[in-house]
């Protein structure tokens, strides 16, 4: 059924392509004003990044990019529409315009970033690929896989990094590849496979969804870089910085210490001029943007700043229980780093 | 001509049938013609690649079935091989075995004993009224994938070994005495040609029948046999063993292809058993009356009179079961076995994104693949068609 719909998909969106007129500067913020809402792609179900809750609502980090995003251009979090994509449907989705943002755990590489009429817009989560292995097998490094058999996930670049690293290492390994996370994460469990492998942040949260999650552990390499970040069409740039500068504007409301708790108070009463500018108490910056004035107050008290929106899907207090490590601001030892507002 | 030459006129019909077809012309080319160019314009707007230049880059992933050496080096265009020779694989083992299945049981569900009569139709109501995808998630998550890890593998006399890894058996490679083994097998299957000929023909003249059966095995045992002592044993075998994580060494059937092929051969042997029934079914009983009549047994009544009049009956529909089952392996995609759909029409397509292009190409290989299963199963329609004498 899967198959069915993601084929189907496909070439919708290709036809699409055949039948629809191109994209100018300035026509995805026309169109998402007009119909009200902002149409996002997100995964097909994965912890902490964008999986529905018991209610049905998408949630996780992925998510909430997109919630900023209607937050800055509406004032409301909620004029969001999400449609769950798997690993092969997204970037057709994206290019014949059936969503608006594509923040799906998508790797920014220069192939998809140049020959794909697509552009990332930025870094939500630093990743690297890992593996997943049952104790039982008593591996203790990647080094040892020799032989073993893996299961991936379609369509991504863990295929090709994978490979990448066994061969660098002249190691032999037989891949079974799979459309979706669940049937890979079947598949390990019922022994089809010795390893799964993935984005590390996602091997985490499959392993949270594992019958018995303590009888596997994750090794301890990450053999290659995963920037994980929102996409948008090229040929675009006005929607192309708004979603960029809402990402910008949640680090940067992380920076300054402004939460969603704080945020009103801030811009009625801030003495600091860098939150002064950011909030709109102080110039016009939205504006540039074709943004309203207080597009920055919006994302903080409706979606939260960057590290708000971390702890409340990955952080300690989720199963997840993911380190910031890179994901840290670039004054509090990670790599995350806004330009600033103004 | 007696009419009289008269001029263009549109209550001519002739004239009239004229302009309507070069209408419809011009509106299909212009249609096509729209669609090419709507698409390039907007391709090069959005600064998508496109063109055919992909097939030769490097596709740098792993496949798990390669029927011809595959490399992570090698280019996407082998890729595409590699993916369409595992659908053809499929195809063609789910071919034969449907059609052995299918007419067993058709027969069977025409078998005056009670018993088999009732397990026939069981099978056919039961396995073509689900879904076939619904059946090899089935067999693969239910079945294959239950089945113990490599080390509590299911061990056939230490030369096969079932396990969720798949069927591992033992692996053949050729080895000094395979030529005049493979020159030998030639002769006798010429042989034995010959020998049907000859008999066949002795059979129209005098009426004395041969047993080409016993003739044509004694024929293929004997010459292959005399090789094999002459010139050495045509084949070394290894076994697969037990090493790290897997089996190495020897052949090994992924439960992807098995859960697939079973799949869909149960599933399509359903409805074939049903088209063979009606086809027996539609040769009338005065044709098993006239051949009692002649003295003709059960058996060779069925075989010379009843199923060659059955098979004009039987073919066309037949036809159709072979092309569903072609189209029906795509359905492979849901359990990961890299045929054209998943490995092509997915894998590839996410990595180059060049998504108008492979799914052309996808598309036009199910249209050859059918198409030619189409002619082929035409050609051997007409062949049998009943010829008037």
């Known amino acids: ?342 | 001509m007696h009419n009289p030459p008269r001029g263009l006129s549109l209550s001519d019909p002739r004239v009239r049938a004229w302009l309507f077809q070069i209408l419809t012309i011009i509106f299909v080319v212009g249609l096509g013609w729209y669609l090419f160019h709507n698409t390039q314009t907007n391709l090069q707007h959005r600064g998508i690649t496109s063109g055919f230049d992909f097939l030769e880059r490097s596709a740098g992933f792993g496949i798990a079935q390669h029927l011809i050496p595959y490399t992570e080096s090698d280019s996407y265009a082998r890729v595409f091989v590699i993916g369409l020779l595992n659908t053809l694989l499929v195809t063609f083992i789910g071919i034969v075995l449907a059609t052995l299945l299918g007419f067993i049981i058709g027969v069977a569900r025409l078998s005056p004993n009670w018993m088999i009569n009732k397990l026939a139709t069981v099978y056919v109501e039961t396995f073509r009224n689900i879904p076939p995808l619904l059946q090899i998630l089935f067999w693969y998550f239910a079945v294959f994938l239950t089945l113990p890890g490599p080390r509590g593998s299911i061990n056939i006399n230490d030369t096969f070994f079932i396990s969720n890894r798949g069927l591992n058996m033992p692996g053949a490679s050729a080895a000094e005495g395979f030529w005049p083994f493979a020159v030998a097998v030639l002769l006798a299957i010429a042989a034995v040609v010959f020998m049907v000929r000859w008999a066949n023909r002795r059979f129209e003249a005098t009426g004395e029948p041969f047993h080409k059966f016993w003739a044509a095995l004694g024929l293929l045992l004997v010459i292959p046999g005399l090789s094999v002592l002459l010139f050495g044993n045509p084949l070394s075998w290894e076994l697969p063993e037990l090493k790290g994580f897997n089996f190495a060494g020897g052949w090994v059937l992924i439960p992807e292809l098995l859960a697939l092929t079973l799949a869909l051969t149960i599933y399509t042997a359903a409805f074939i058993a049903e088209i063979v029934r009606s086809g027996i079914r539609s040769v009338s009983h005065g044709q098993t009356e006239a051949a009692r009549s002649l003295g003709l047994r059960e058996g060779p009544t069925l075989r010379k009179v009843i199923i060659p009049q059955a098979m004009r009956v039987i073919i066309p529909p037949l036809t159709s079961q072979y092309l569903n089952l072609a189209k029906n392996s795509s359905l492979a995609a849901g359990i990961g076995y890299p045929e054209m759909v998943s490995l092509f029409a997915g894998t590839v397509l996410n990595q180059t994104g060049q998504a108008i292009e492979v799914i052309a190409i996808t598309m036009s290989v199910y249209l050859a693949i059918s198409i030619s299963i189409s002619l082929l199963m035409n050609w051997y329609n007409k062949r049998i068609a009943l010829i008037e004498r």
């Open chain 1, 1 to 342: 059924m899967k198959m069915l719909k993601s084929t189907l998909a496909v070439m919708t969106a290709a036809a699409a392509l055949g039948l629809s007129s191109f994209a100018q500067a300035g026509a995805t913020l026309d169109a998402v004003q007009k119909k009200g809402f902002v149409q996002c792609g997100v995964s097909d179900g994965l912890p902490g990044f964008s999986v529905p809750d018991a209610k049905g609502t998408i949630i996780g980090i992925d998510a909430d990019v997109c919630r900023a995003v209607a937050a800055a251009v509406f004032g409301d979090a909620t004029k969001v529409k999400f449609s769950q994509l798997n690993a092969k449907e997204r970037f057709t989705a994206l290019q014949s315009g059936e969503v608006d943002v594509l923040s799906r755990n998508t790797t920014w590489t220069s192939s998809r970033d140049a020959g794909m009429g697509l552009v990332f817009a930025g870094v939500t989560y630093y990743d690297g690929i890992g593996f997943l292995v049952n104790k039982k097998l008593g591996v203790s490094s990647a080094k040892e896989l020799d032989g073993a058999t893996i299961c991936i996930q379609a369509g991504t670049t863990t295929e090709l990094n994978v490979s990448d690293y066994f061969r660098a290492n002249g190691l032999k390994y037989t891949p079974i590849t799979f459309d979706t996370s669940d049937e890979s994460a079947k598949s390990l469990e019922s022994g089809r496979c010795d390893v799964l492998t993935s984005d590390k942040s996602q091997l985490y949260a499959q392993r949270s969804k594992l019958a018995s999650p303590t009888d596997y552990v994750v090794l301890p390499e990450t053999i290659s870089k995963e920037p994980l970040g929102p996409v948008v069409r090229k040929g675009d740039e006005e929607w192309f910085a708004i979603v960029k500068w809402t990402l910008f504007a949640m680090l940067n409301a992380e920076e300054m210490g402004v939460t969603s708790k704080n945020v009103e108070a801030e811009a009625k009463s801030t003495k600091n001029p860098d939150v002064a500018r950011m909030l709109g108490a102080d110039g016009e910056y939205g504006k540039d943007l074709k943004l309203p004035k207080d597009w920055v107050v919006k994302i903080v008290k409706e979606v939260g700043n960057y590290g708000e929106v971390f702890e409340r899907n990955l952080g300690k207090s989720t199963p997840l229980q993911i380190d910031r490590g890179l994901n840290a601001l670039w004054n509090q030892g990670g790599i995350q780093y806004a330009p600033p507002v103004r």
